[in-house]
């Protein structure tokens, strides 16, 4: 049964910094693409940066320099190392693969992991 359980998340002040992980478990295939969404209150669900198989990265605008995705693709593994935190980063923060079964492809979400930064 494929899971993805994130952890890392927290209350922290404005410029600091935290480390989010996403461990995947009930893996066949390495995904070809695992992402980190994040949802603020009353906003929609956005996209915050991926990491591909092969080592490439995309960020959305707004956190471009200051957040690092990696993936450990031994451990199956995701993490999101996000520094110079700002208010407008409070959010819970979702790790998200389209994952083969061993059925076929669906899309997975974890639960989530608050993040908080406090102005």
């Known amino acids: 049964q494929v899971q993805l359980v994130e952890s890392g998340g927290g209350l922290v002040q404005t410029g600091g910094s935290l480390r989010l992980s996403c461990a995947a478990s009930g893996i066949i295939f390495n995904p070809n693409a695992m992402h980190w969404y994040r949802q603020a209150p009353g906003k929609q669900r956005e996209l915050v940066a991926t990491?591909?198989?092969?080592?490439?990265?995309n960020y959305t605008d707004s956190v471009k320099g200051r957040f690092t995705i990696s993936r450990d693709n031994a451990k199956n593994m995701v993490y999101l190392q996000m520094n110079n935190l700002k208010p407008e980063d409070t959010a819970v923060y979702y790790c998200?693969?389209?994952?083969?079964?061993?059925?076929?492809?669906?899309?997975?979400w974890g639960q989530g992991t608050q993040v908080t930064v406090s102005s």
């Open positions: 990491a591909f198989r092969a080592g490439g990265t």
């Open positions: 998200n693969a389209l994952i083969f079964n061993g059925l076929g492809s669906r899309d997975y």
